[in-house]
């Protein structure tokens, strides 16, 4: 019985922590009023370029911050179209949704001989309590960008909501306007917040190719990437919140993974349905307050105010 | 004039394009340090823009600004807020989700080690500043919270926190109520007194002759005169604004009213956040009347709207045309009983701008026949009536039919929407604040066309924030104040003071209050 | 300048020179990689012409994308983002699957009823995202992903079920053959039509593939949704709501209502253009899915390079159905990786959505010349 717990609690947070590094990465960008859709392209393709410089560097924290700029030259596209060109901003995301794997898979037939998937990373990244855990601690033994992820969410929280950055951030997602006629750059800002964003949906990329699995295929991100859009919402564009419905995404993700093996009355594919359904329901039951930045997704033009 | 230190701000020979459009032609502005400086024109007379240049957010083709005598390049705005520039714009710039203090802090903010916002001594910071010149605020309210004429003092603390020297504010008088205009301009010279200079941008005459000393005169993007506000009357002022003799009196008969067409009884509704923006709000209308809603801006006309076109629902009382029960129905509905509406804000709510000005002649009327039969619209029918239109109003340009109505001008656009309300032949017509951002020619020809239909034997209720368009325009004129009609008056039984006095909550004795 | 202003404002203009820098950034990613890009073009051209069955195939690929396509574009106009196309897409397959294997009429009832349960299964699925969009203004984008995803394992599960698993396979029963979609079905099978083929090359090399009348429906329910964009009073409504929505409200459209509608519409497109697949092609029925196929998600793109036009997105869909399955051929042919197909797509959909950068950029070289 301990075991399950246990394991159920290590598989929660094995899974949540690349939707977390997403998630937060959603909640910059929308912060700083840019919708990010291609969270989940900006994943992928940092979860190959994670596994690429793993594999070839033997050095799995070269991979994280190669998949790390992976991730922010996709971010660094979408900001230029969102930004600087004032594109239509899903249209932009749904864009780089289809580059992200594109170039990944592309780029992976380049380095691995025709081959759609990377070789195995010999190094991974290393384990919380290092690799001399048994038995229940076992279990419990998660990769350290665990808590290099919740590290991220409560320094984005701090950041936000106590400096002057977050501040600003903040007032730009709000009232672009008000923010530029204080002084602030508003087309700066949002650039840093969206490249920001993409390293750190590259990194969450890199947590299941250098962490989870070991290895870049074509479903190493499944998904993961617009899960993450719903737990901005669901946590209402607050870091913190963010990442306790990514830790309720990655519970029901890892009910799946602990119980689906046929000792339960319910069906896997149905158990599996159950992260997407309590999204639908949890939107439906607490969205009435729009608590959404109210410039989100909006183009700033200077003098159109 | 040359360069003097004793002059804060001097802008000589600005020009300023957009696209092939000048917005302002070798204008000119010369401020005395410690002076309260008006810069009075029309809408659209380009006062906003010139503030705008001088504050960094635009960029002058051509001229040159001076401060003290020196001259500056302003790149952005942390030019002017480094030359001790503040402003204060039309459209508070304020954030909704943020708290006083940190609205006024925002972008200058006092920081402990690491770039941590300090609240604690910011707060201190704006409290003295807040005993300092009296500008009452409560430091913790967010700003959604709070009335608009503490968001203003909000907007004075923020220039007054980055330790201005000059202070621009933009037309601040338009949502203040009479007695909050009176704390605004005692406001104004302690700031004065203190050293400040003031630019105060306005297009109202009694105003400037309240508080400035020197007024800048500018039509249509070009500089006309600067004269010394004690030595002119308000009649020159306006002369020297409009260009030509400005017709107050607008041109027609007396009233012939007829019987009630139109009633709202007692009617209570609340917005969104269950606060009651309408109460026990009554009204009449006749037929051949034109009944004017006077009030400052909150005090319940767009919810009376809303709650008689169906977009809000009404808890209690009535709404009756001819008669006939209209509350809580729809939106077609009340259309249908015969009400029209030319509602405020025509390119958001009025307009399809994307459609062509055609599809936009029958936005209330595409599924009519014989614009459409059987769901199927009947293109011929809709350009015939489109063209007949556009010519009955004289439309510019000609056959603009297919053109998307993004591309007309204001005053055209809000004649395709007077002439489609018109065209239904409603038994009331509804004119939200019509004229607002019309040149004088189309305002003379939007109230020509209120009158047309009061002679025909419409009633007419027109809502305005325009004092002065109410009081010339109405036959019957009621004052609106907190949700409901507190005096109703016939046209010149009463003066401009006593409606304005009402406006801001005061009573009268002896009359239907 | 002036020039290029006006190109800018006829959009197939704007559409057209993204297709073209799309082809350019796949050429420089080719050549970059060290292959030949002319060979690489070339193989993607044999690879769609090069026989009559490739044609063919091409055409079956792209009737599904025209439709969900069409599907995107048609709530786009509403301003709405049907993302949730894939989902709509599966659970009409889903449903056209079933009432397939269970009912078997003749052809004249069984194919209209497989296509209109797929159709109906979509709509109640688009219908769901627009309900939930009217009623509680939730984010459609977000609930279509995620309806995409409980429509995935739907899939699964349905596939699953013993009554319609078939056995030792990773997929459903095909449906009755009353329900087929493919010309000749069941000419096809005798000695007849081996001689026809032999004596037909042409003719003969279509007949091999799943030649069916799944594109002629496409492109009537094509022209029909166009029609009643731009001819009937509802069309007037949706574009009025979509473009402005509270002057739309305001004139008195029932905003709440059109939006149900509208998703109602767009997922029966969707559906209809799954049932369409399961009717037409083989294997008639559904399989295992691990990832999403991408039928509804390709709309999206379709819906873009149209331009928002239903009947762009014939065209959009059959250039899109030929990159995609003659982009196969550049993985055998040239060696190259065929993905370069999907960085092409999205280049293009990523220029499109820049379409108003030329503006942009000319209203910033303007300044900068008058400045200096």
């Known amino acids: 019985m301990m075991n399950t717990i246990t394991l159920l609690l290590g598989v929660t947070l094995l899974y949540s922590t690349p939707m977390v590094f997403g998630a937060l990465g959603g909640v910059l960008s929308e912060r700083s009023g840019v919708v990010n859709i291609g969270i989940e392209g900006m994943m992928t393709f940092g979860a190959f370029a994670g596994a690429a410089a793993g594999y070839y560097s033997a050095n799995p924290w070269i991979g994280v911050l190669c998949a790390a700029a992976a991730g922010g030259i996709l971010a660094l596209l979408h ?3 969102a930004i600087t060109f004032q594109a239509d901003q899903t249209i932009s995301g749904v864009a780089i949704n289809l580059l992200g794997p594109a170039l990944a898979v592309f780029f992976c037939r380049q380095a691995f001989d025709g081959a759609t998937m990377s070789y195995p990373v010999e190094n991974k990244l290393p384990k919380i309590m290092g690799s001399g855990a048994e038995g229940m601690m076992a279990n419990l033994n998660v990769d350290v960008m665990v808590l290099v992820a919740l590290l991220f969410a409560a320094a984005m929280w701090f950041v936000l909501y106590r400096t002057k950055w977050g501040l600003r951030v903040l007032a730009v997602g709000e009232n672009p306007a008000a923010a530029d006629t204080l002084g602030i750059n508003v087309y700066k800002t949002r650039y840093v917040c969206v490249i920001l964003s993409g390293i750190l949906a590259g990194i969450g990329g890199a947590t299941v190719t250098l962490g989870i699995v070991a290895q870049f295929t074509q479903t190493s991100i499944a998904g993961q990437g617009f899960i993450a859009l719903a737990a901005v919402i669901f946590g209402k564009w607050r870091p913190m919140g963010a990442y306790k419905a990514c830790l309720i995404f990655g519970f029901s993700q890892a009910l799946t993974v602990v119980l689906g093996g046929g000792t339960l009355a319910v069906p896997t594919e149905i158990l599996a349905m159950l992260p997407y359904v309590l999204t639908i329901v949890i939107l439906i039951l607490f969205i009435g307050k729009s608590v959404a930045p109210k410039a989100d997704g909006v183009p700033y033009v200077k003098g159109k105010r | 004039m040359e360069i003097k230190r004793e002059y804060a701000v001097q802008m000589h020979d600005i020009t300023i394009r957009f696209g092939s459009y000048t917005a302002l032609d070798q204008v000119r502005l010369d401020v005395k340090k410690g002076s309260i400086h008006a810069v009075l024109g029309e809408n659209g007379a380009g006062k906003t823009t010139l503030m705008n240049i001088l504050y960094g957010l635009y960029q002058a083709n051509e001229g040159e600004i001076y401060l003290y005598g020196e001259k500056v390049e302003m790149k952005n705005p942390n030019v002017a807020i480094s030359h001790g520039i503040g402003m204060v714009h039309q459209h508070f710039m304020l954030v909704d989700t943020f708290t006083v203090t940190q609205n006024i802090i925002l972008g200058h903010e006092t920081t402990k080690a690491g770039g941590v916002v300090d609240l604690k001594r910011a707060r201190s910071e704006v409290m003295e500043i807040v005993r300092k010149y009296g500008l009452e605020v409560d430091p913790d309210a967010y700003i959604s919270d709070i009335s608009v004429g503490m968001q203003q003092r909000v907007e004075i603390l923020k220039a007054l926190y980055r330790g201005v020297d000059i202070l621009i504010l933009d037309e601040p008088t338009a949502v203040l109520t009479p007695q909050e205009i009176n704390d605004l301009i005692a406001i104004m010279h302690k700031l004065v007194n203190d050293g400040k200079t003031i630019i105060i941008i306005t297009h109202k005459l009694k105003e400037i002759k309240a508080s400035a000393d020197y007024c800048t005169i500018i039509r249509r993007g070009t500089y006309i005169d600067t004269v010394d506000v004690g030595k002119v009357t308000q009649e020159e002022l306006a002369d020297m604004m409009v260009g030509h003799r400005v017709k107050l009196v607008v041109d027609k008969e007396k009233a012939q009213p007829g019987d009630v067409v139109f009633e709202v009884d007692k009617v209570t509704a609340r917005d969104s956040r269950g606060v009651y923006v309408l109460k026990d709000m009554s009204l009449k209308v006749r037929r051949g009347e034109i009944f004017g809603i006077a009030g400052i801006d909150g005090n319940g006309q767009k919810e009376l709207v809303e709650a008689i076109t169906n977009l809000i629902r009404v808890e209690s009382g009535t709404i009756k045309i001819n008669g006939k029960n209209i509350e809580n129905r729809t939106t077609r509905e009340t259309m249908e009983a015969g009400i029209s509406t030319i509602h405020e804000d025509r390119q958001k709510r009025g307009l399809v701008l994307d459609f062509s000005v055609e599809d936009n002649a029958v936005l209330d009327t595409y599924m009519k026949e014989p614009f459409s039969r059987n769901h199927i619209l009947d293109r011929k029918e809709i350009r015939k009536f489109a063209s007949g239109l556009l010519k009955d109003y004289d439309v510019r340009p000609d056959s603009c039919e297919e053109l998307a109505i993004r591309g007309l001008s204001g005053g055209n656009q809000q004649k395709v929407i007077i002439g489609r309300e018109i065209a239904n032949n409603p038994d009331l017509l509804i004119a939200v604040q019509p004229t607002r951002g019309l040149d004088v020619g189309a305002i003379e020809y939007v109230h020509k066309m209120l009158v047309r239909e009061r002679d025909k034997g419409k009633a007419v209720l027109l809502i305005s924030l325009e004092l002065d368009e109410v009081m010339n325009v109405s036959d019957t004129i009621g004052v609106i104040y907190a949700g409901s009609i507190r005096c109703t008056f016939e046209q010149g039984e009463v003066d401009e003071k006593t409606i304005g006095l009402i406006m801001a909550g005061g009573t009268l004795d002896g009359k239907n209050s | 300048m002036e020039k290029t202003v006006k190109i800018r404002k006829k959009p197939i203009a704007a559409i057209l020179l993204a297709i073209f820098c799309g082809f350019v950034v796949a050429t420089v990613i080719l050549a970059a990689s060290g292959y030949h890009p002319l060979e690489a073009f070339g193989a993607l051209l044999s690879g769609i012409f090069g ?52 009912c078997d009429f003749p ?8 296509l209109a349960v797929g159709a109906a299964a979509g709509a109640l699925y688009g219908g769901i995202a627009g309900w939930l969009k009217a009623k509680y203004h939730i984010n459609e984008v977000i609930v279509g992903i995620m309806l995409n995803w409980i429509a995935l394992y739907l899939s699964n599960f349905v596939c699953n079920i013993e009554r319609f698993h078939k056995p030792d396979s990773d997929g459903t029963y095909a449906i009755h053959e009353s329900g087929f979609l493919t010309f000749f079905t069941n000419w096809k099978t005798t000695e007849a039509a081996a001689e026809f083929v032999r004596n037909h090359p042409v003719a003969g090399d279509i007949l091999r593939t799943d030649a069916n009348a799944g594109i002629l429906i496409a492109v009537a329910l094509t022209f029909a949704v166009s029609s009643l964009l731009y001819k009937t009073t509802k069309g007037y409504e949706l574009r009025a709501v979509g473009s402005n929505r509270d002057a739309a409200e305001f004139a008195g459209i029932n905003v709440g209502k059109n939006m149900v509608q509208t998703m109602l519409i767009a997922g029966a497109l969707s559906g209809i253009a799954a049932s369409i697949c399961i009717a037409g092609n083989n294997p008639h029925g559904i399989s295992q899915l691990s990832a999403f196929e991408s039928n509804g998600l390709n709309g999206l793109s379709v819906a873009f390079i149209a331009g928002g036009s239903p009947i762009g997105c014939i065209f959009a869909g059959l250039l899109f159905g030929g990159l995609l399955y003659g982009g196969q051929s550049i993985q055998y042919m040239v060696g190259a990786p065929s993905e370069i197909i999907n960085i092409l797509i999205g280049t293009i959909v990523f220029l499109i959505a820049l379409k108003d950068m030329v503006p942009v950029l000319v209203d910033k070289l303007g300044k900068r010349g008058v400045k200096s």
């Open chain 1, 79 to 81: 900001a230029m179209a």
């Open chain 3, 51 to 102: 026989r009559p069955k490739y044609v063919s195939n091409v055409i079956i690929k792209s009737t599904p994308i025209i439709l969900t396509g069409v599907s995107v574009a048609f709530a786009y106009k509403m301003g709405l983002f049907n993302i949730g196309a894939e989902g709509q897409f599966i659970v009409g397959a889903v449903a056209a699957n079933i009432v397939g294997i269970v």
């Open chain 3, 107 to 114: 052809a004249i009832i069984e194919i209209p009823l497989v």
